[in-house]
């Protein structure tokens, strides 16, 4: 272990309203969105991140795509479908 020791980051449990309407603008609009990328851009923790995103699913905000047991991946309803190659 090196002599400095890693800071460690406290993620917020909640989000604030204004904080939430800016997530839903933007998951709207992604191509692709988890639940660590969410965590990580808005300083929440993944486990409220993962929350949010099933809310957003039965909003119909976001689309579920792909996963497994450790990650799911999300598409915003107004991202632009993938060409087909």
């Known amino acids: 272990m090196s002599a400095e020791k890693a800071e460690k980051i ?3 449990i909640e989000v604030k309203p204004s904080v939430l309407e800016q997530i839903k603008k933007e998951v709207q609009r992604s191509k692709v969105v988890t639940p660590q ?16 995103l099933r ?8 689309m579920y795509v ?9 598409r915003g309803t107004k991202a632009k479908a993938p060409k087909e190659g």
């Open 10 to 12: 406290i993620r917020e």
């Open 37 to 52: 990328s969410l965590a990580l851009k808005y300083n929440i923790r993944v486990s409220v991140a993962r929350r949010l």
């Open 55 to 62: 809310e957003f699913e039965k909003e119909g905000l976001v």
């Open 66 to 74: 792909d996963g497994n047991s450790k990650i799911r991946i999300y």
